[in-house]
């Protein structure tokens, strides 16, 4: 009822909406956790990758040791994390590791179903249309510099 009869305000209201839901997701990815998902993803992508040249699937063996050496690769110092803190900030997340035989070797590889995944999605992954909001943003700061001139 509050935008009923004005669609000016109902479309600044819903445009408001989005960038401000963009703006908490950038803030969430940019956080550790959201790195650290992040980090998951793009291991997770590479293994599909992989798999696409194969004939049989495999499940992915991503385990925390994998996610330290891309978050130091995307430049955190190695010893300011572990992958007993890593571990610990994905069991938080909703992930559980599980003790795996991976090329002769145990490895504890860590397990997301589905819905998790596709919530944590929604919460941390940047898209193509959340990299919008900062061009937005400085657009809008131009014009109102404009203005005041």
């Known amino acids: 009822m509050l935008f ?13 909406a989005k960038r401000y839901n963009n703006k908490v997701i950038e803030e969430n990815a940019d956080s550790f956790d ?3 998902f992040n980090a998951y ?3 997770l992508q590479e293994h599909e990758q992989t798999q696409e040249t194969l004939d049989d699937y495999n499940y992915p063996t991503i385990t925390t ?3 330290k050496d ?6 955190y110092k190695e010893e300011k994390i572990s ?9 938080t997340l909703g992930f559980e590791n599980k003790p795996t035989l991976v090329a002769g070797k145990t490895k504890r590889v860590l397990l997301l179903d589905d819905g998790r995944l596709n919530f944590l999605k929604r ?14 943003e400085q657009d809008n700061k131009k014009k109102s510099s404009k203005n005041e001139v």
């Not at 891309?70 to 430049?75: M, Q, S």
């Not at 941390?124 to 919008?132: A, C, K, N, S, V």
């Open 34 to 36: 959201g790195r650290l």
């Open 123 to 136: 919460q941390y992954l940047i898209t193509d249309i959340t990299d919008i909001t900062a061009i937005t």
């Open 83 to 91: 992958t007993v803190s890593i571990g610990r900030r994905l069991k």
């Open 70 to 75: 891309v978050l130091v690769n995307d430049g």
């Open 4 to 16: 009923q009869y004005d669609k000016d305000k109902l479309d600044w209201f819903v445009n408001y």
């Open 65 to 67: 040791s994998n996610i």
């Open 41 to 43: 993803l793009y291991l």
